[in-house]
Structure formats: C-alpha cells, structure tokens
C-alpha cells in the first residue's frame, strides 16, 4: 500500500470515531492525517520551517527547500547566489535539514522536503539522517541551467531512468518519496508520470505552468499516485478546477500569503462540509477524470463512457460487473426510484435528478453520505483498475 493515500471514507466500523478532518478530505499522507488539502511548495532560499510554520493554520503540508544536498549541486546553488537567487546554502546540509524537520515535531504540519541530488547515494544519506520523519520530495522541476548541468532538476525530466532509479533506490528504504516535475518537458507527461508511479513514487507534484486541469487530467487517468496540483492557484475557482479533474492536493508558492491561504482553506472546507468530497471529479461527459466512473450509467448508449472504456482497456461486462460487486451489501446497491434500479449508476449529487434524490430521501440518506459513498466507490474502481504496480 501507498504511503501517500486517499482513505476509504465510509468504514462503518469506525465512521463515529472520525475527526473532522478525516470525514472531511479522508487524506493520509507519509502515515499522518491531512487536517487541510493545501499544501506550501518550495521555494530555494525562502521557504523553510520558519516559513512553513508561520501559515500552519492553513495548510496540511508544507514543502520546504529545494536543498542542494551534494558537491555538484552545492556548486550550481553557489553559482546561482552569486548571480543574485535566493538559495539555501548551509555548511552542513543533512545537519541542516534534519533540524529544519525537528520543528517540524508538535505541529499539526506534515513535512516535506524538496531535494536536488545528482546521484541516488545523495538522496540516501539525507533518508539515512532522516529515517519516517519526512515526505522526500526529488526535485526534478528547477530550471535553472546550473542545476541541470549538474545532473538535477529538469535533468532527471530528460533522463527518466535516471530518475526512476532514484526512485526505485529510495523506496527500498520505505520512505514515501515524491516526485517534483514540471509539464511541457518530458517527451510525454502521462508516460512520465505512469513510469514514476510504477518506479514506487508515492506523490507526484505537478508544475502545471501554463496548461491548467487538462494536462493534470491525462495525468490522473493513467496514475493513481497522489496528485499534488501547483503554479496560479490562487483563487477558489482554480482550486476547484484542480480538484475535479484529478488533484488530491493543491500547493502554493509565491503567494502564500496567510490571506490567500485562509480563504482557499475555509472553502475547501465549507464544500466538503456540504457536498461530502472535497475533490470530486465533474462527471465523465462533462470532462471528468477517470474518478468519475463512480457516477456513470450503465453502458447502453453511445456515450463518452463507451469510448473511455475502451481507452483504458476495459469492458463493458467488466465494468458492469465492478461496479455491482463493489455496491454489494452497501447503501448504493438498490435504489428501485432510479433509472437503472441502483444508485451506483447514478450521478453526482450536484447535477439535478428527482430519482435520485427521492430515492436518497427514502433511504434516509444524506448528500454528504451520498457523495463518501460515491468516493468509496470511486477508490474501488481505481484499485481494480491500476491493481498494483
């Protein structure tokens, strides 16, 4: 099992013991709960867990870095301080590292640190120094030419293997280990993506740069890693765009200000107080993600779902036959008021329906429970889906 992980909501073993923050986004990351879906990303030579810890009451993770972590990219964060970039530039930068972490201990903030590292032994002997403590984030997103000719940053985005060896090497170590990538580089960002996830990689941190929710949906349809979304998510309206085509989490850079992340927090929190998923995808024919076979039909007319099908290599039959055995014995099983007898082929709470909400009414069954059921049934279809690396 992933590190990084959604949590099936609706366990009606312990659902009365859930705190706020699980019932709301259901989110475990590097074996701690998220308390919020916002996360503060990196930024060399500003953030550190001064900074991160300044804007706690927002924020769920927070990234902090990028650290050079050896001689070639210690070298390149030289040459980019003497051409006036900010960087981080300890004498002693595990020991370093390892006391930014500390401060970590006793918040409600779960760590994360951005490394540039040329080789894997690099990586390795910061997780040596840092065992569990931290989300491991290989920095494969600076493009700064100092970097790159290093053998770090977008280096790894034009070398793939190397990356994945990376990888691969610190996820025999049992840490959970994030990806930092930006799109536009790679010969082919879902390929990338797909290999990452395949290689162990727990979380990939998206740079969306100018290509918005369409690039971080072919992402999310052929990867089930955790999805962090970044670059311009300032408003609730982009954030909300992130979320339902794919993003587990949103994270901000430059304005991360207490202002900006205040808002987005308490949004967030408001819709998923009301609606039941923080992130639940748009529906299939309206341009949702591959989540959101959770609330498509059964497959009787041409439609979008018949060709998503076939691009993901499944059949009709196949589908059919998920989806009622996932339902079996819940809530969504029957439903003689819907169209097709069951509520799990029926639509996303927001979209209009009589039959669907008489039947929710005669179920006694909440919106909110509605939606965590849809979410369970969602995480089910993609376990069958991905099934494993």
């Not at 979410?375 to 089910?380: E, N």
Request: charged share 25%; net charge neutral; with cysteine.
């Amino acid at each position: 099992m992933s590190d990084a992980q959604q949590i099936l909501c609706m366990d009606e073993n312990n659902k009365e013991s859930m705190s706020a923050a699980e019932e709301r986004f259901c989110l475990r990351v590097n074996g701690h709960l998220l308390k919020s879906p916002i996360a503060i990303a990196s930024m060399a030579g500003i953030v550190d867990a001064s900074y991160v810890l300044g804007r706690a009451a927002h924020i769920g993770a927070g990234f902090i870095g990028g650290y050079s972590i050896d001689r070639a990219t210690i070298r390149a964060s030289e040459e980019m301080t003497a051409q006036g970039r900010k960087e981080f530039l300890p004498d002693d930068p595990i020991a370093e590292i390892s006391e930014q972490v500390r401060r970590f201990q006793g918040s409600d903030v779960v760590a994360g640190v951005n490394l540039r590292g040329s080789e894997p032994e690099s990586f390795l002997q910061v997780v040596d120094a840092l065992g569990n403590d931290a989300i491991y984030e290989i920095d494969a997103h600076c493009r700064q030419e100092p970097v790159i000719e290093a053998g770090s940053g977008e280096y790894y985005l034009r070398h793939p293997d190397a990356l994945g060896n990376v990888v691969r090497r610190m996820k025999k170590e049992g840490v959970t280990v994030s990806v930092k990538i930006r799109v536009g580089v790679a010969d082919s960002d879902p390929a990338l993506a797909r290999d990452l996830w395949k290689a162990g990689a727990d979380i990939i941190h998206v740079d969306l740069m100018d290509e918005g929710h369409r690039k971080l949906k072919r992402i999310r349809n052929v990867c089930p890693s955790l999805l962090i979304a970044n670059n311009s998510i300032w408003s609730y309206d982009c954030m909300m765009q992130m979320f339902s085509h794919g993003a587990d989490l949103v994270s901000i850079a430059r304005r991360s200000d207490a202002g900006t992340l205040a808002g987005l927090d308490a949004a967030i929190a408001r819709y998923a107080d009301e609606f039941g998923w923080y992130n639940a995808p748009k529906q299939l024919c309206r341009g949702g993600d591959i989540r959101a076979l959770t609330f498509c039909c059964l497959p009787v007319k041409n439609c979008p779902l018949i060709l998503f099908l076939k691009e993901v290599g499944l059949k009709k039959e196949d589908y059919v036959r998920m989806k009622q055995e996932a339902v079996a014995g819940t809530v969504l099983e029957n439903g003689d008021l819907t169209c097709f007898g069951s509520l799990a082929w029926c639509c996303k709470a927001t979209s209009p329906c009589m039959l669907r909400d008489a039947t929710l009414k005669s179920k006694g069954l909440s919106v909110q429970n509605y939606m965590r059921e849809k979410r369970r049934l969602s995480d089910l279809l993609m376990n069958h889906i991905f099934g494993g690396r």
